[in-house]
């Protein structure tokens, strides 16, 4: 409870590519997570060029944001 509590979100990076022992470990922690059913519903990309990190934020932020009203 303490992780989901006193979680913080980050958006300030440190230009420097992340180890892929921790990208690897990361996500096998998220595909052990639990799922509805054990449907494990999700995808994960790991994408490590710049330029389509900006391509892909640039597309998600013209995109209205779903299931919020107003």
């Given at each position: 409870m303490d992780a989901?509590?006193?979680?913080?979100?980050?958006?300030?990076?440190?230009?420097?590519p992340v180890e892929?022992?921790?990208?690897?470990?990361?996500?096998?922690?998220?595909?052990?997570?639990?799922?509805?059913?054990?449907?494990?519903?999700?995808?994960?990309?790991?994408?490590?060029?710049?330029?389509?990190?900006?391509?892909?934020?640039?597309?998600?932020?013209?995109?209205?944001?779903?299931?919020?009203?107003?």
């Amino acid at each position: 409870m303490d992780a989901i509590f006193e979680r913080m979100s980050i958006r300030k990076y440190e230009d420097r590519p992340v180890e892929q022992e921790k990208i690897e470990k990361l996500l096998r922690a998220a595909m052990a997570a639990p799922s509805a059913v054990n449907q494990q519903p999700w995808e994960f990309y790991v994408v490590k060029n710049r330029e389509t990190m900006r391509d892909h934020r640039r597309a998600l932020e013209s995109e209205p944001v779903r299931g919020l009203r107003g």
